[in-house]
């Protein structure tokens, strides 16, 4: 198999997110209610066997990189068997890039085996450095475990390690300056996301989100920063605090889309394949790797779900609507 997965606009998918389970342990009130939502049934998430054998497909269809999402994925039991299965696969130009996307509760323990597994780097979710507002936003009292968490991944060498901090006004817009003075003082690399209509109780509303040049007003308040564009078709926009060598990144998914040099696509834990976050049509791949389908069968249905994909997400379009699934049951 050589072709790739080129749409129809031209865009060429090398970036597959892989959903390894879509269980949580919180319940970050942007995401899902205090109660949780059903989960998937186990018989029909995906087995390592089948989750590898679907990635060995996707590199053969010109997949360079291949990120670990949820839910949680460090609650998936053989995390750390998925990994090095993954980290065994090889392109045309050699092994792929392979990285997690974590709330690090479980990274004292995991970080040190994920790393002698293959994995090369982590992104770490941090919506607040506040002990009583981290037990408000994830309905969990957890803050500590989480910096520990970055503290292991630290300290086995994941390089990058990547923060992640989804910004709501009125809840932690107010320590946009205080996460980025965090992370510079640990060598670690700032990011903050717009607020995106994926949360379970679709209850988004646009006119509530913190935009990317307002997030931006907020570090300029603090740090003088230098623009450096974006990295090849990477989401954030980067930017440089002058006088080091740190970096603070903006996700404008909403007001700044990038779905003209999307690259992606993803897997869910339960075998659908998604060519879009805001997708509402999945190719069933589970039901064919079930049904005995051969890899040129399951690469067919990769590619003709890319080649349906929409020029763009469409949020500031009338017309849009939510994705059923929540984020947690597409993963990140």
Request: glycine content about 8%; aromatic content about 4%.
């Amino acid at each position: 198999m050589t072709s790739g997965l080129v749409d129809r606009f031209g865009r060429v998918h090398r970036d597959l997110r892989i959903s390894l389970t879509d269980r949580c342990s919180l319940r970050c009130t942007y995401c899902m209610p205090a109660d949780g939502v059903p989960w998937l049934a186990s018989s029909t998430l995906l087995s390592t066997e089948e989750l590898v054998r679907l990635a060995r497909v996707a590199v053969s269809l010109g997949v360079r990189e291949i990120r670990l999402t949820g839910g949680e994925p460090l609650l998936r039991p053989d995390v750390v068997d998925v990994v090095r299965a993954l980290a065994g696969l090889r392109g045309p130009d050699g092994p792929l890039d392979l990285s997690l996307t974590t709330n690090a509760l479980r990274l004292p323990a995991l970080a040190a085996p994920l790393r002698d597994a293959g994995l090369a780097r982590v992104n770490i979710s941090l919506d607040t450095l506040r002990a009583d507002r981290f037990l408000e936003l994830t309905r969990r009292d957890r803050l500590a475990d989480t910096l520990a968490g970055i503290d292991a991944a630290r300290a086995v060498g994941f390089s990058p390690v990547k923060l992640n901090a989804l910004v709501m006004r009125g809840v932690n817009d107010d320590e946009i300056g205080d996460l980025v003075a965090f992370a510079v003082a640990r060598g670690l690399e700032m990011r903050f996301i717009e607020h995106m209509p994926l949360d379970a109780g679709h209850t988004w509303r646009r006119d509530e989100m913190v935009t990317g040049e307002e997030i931006l007003e907020a570090v300029s308040a603090r740090y003088e920063l230098e623009e450096l564009g974006r990295d090849g078709s990477a989401p954030a926009s980067l930017f440089r605090i002058v006088g080091t060598p740190a970096t603070v990144g903006v996700i404008a998914s909403v007001t700044g889309a990038f779905c003209d040099r999307c690259d992606r696509v993803r897997l869910t834990a339960d075998g659908q394949f998604r060519n879009c976050l805001f997708a509402h049509e999945e190719s069933d791949l589970r039901s064919l790797l079930r049904d005995g389908a051969d890899d040129a069968r399951l690469a067919e249905a990769m590619q003709a779900c890319v080649s349906l994909k929409k020029p763009g997400h469409g949020i500031d379009d009338p017309s849009f609507v939510q994705p059923s699934r929540p984020m947690s049951a597409i993963g990140g």
